[in-house]
């Protein structure tokens, strides 16, 4: 089975001055717990809900004052549409991720 086959087709994405409160709303619009952080067309980071979570339960700070950019997730790793699902699998047991992201 191939990545394409079961990846999320129009995934919401975000930037790094995203602040948390509207990725936060993405993820809920979208049903999702990843967004990819997008800078001039190109994937630079991930942000989880867990990512967020973490940030806003560790900092005495509101969610709309704390951007994408202060919790963001690099390196990212990701995987290609054509990529085997083993092969993603893979990649994130070796990097110990539980999403990527599809470039291509």
Known sequence: M???????GEP???????NLAAAAALM???DCGILPVVEDGKLVGVV?????????????????ELTVREVVQT???????DDDV?????????????RLPVEG
């Open 12 to 18: 919401r994405t975000c930037s790094l001055g995203t």
């Open 28 to 30: 809920l619009d979208g």
């Open 48 to 64: 989880t809900d867990r990512d967020m979570y973490i940030a806003l339960a560790t900092r005495n700070t509101r969610a709309s």
């Open 75 to 81: 390196p990212v790793y990701t995987c290609g549409p």
């Open 86 to 98: 083993q092969a993603a699998l893979e990649t994130m047991n070796q990097h110990s991720v539980r």
């Open 2 to 8: 191939k990545i394409k086959d079961i990846m999320t």
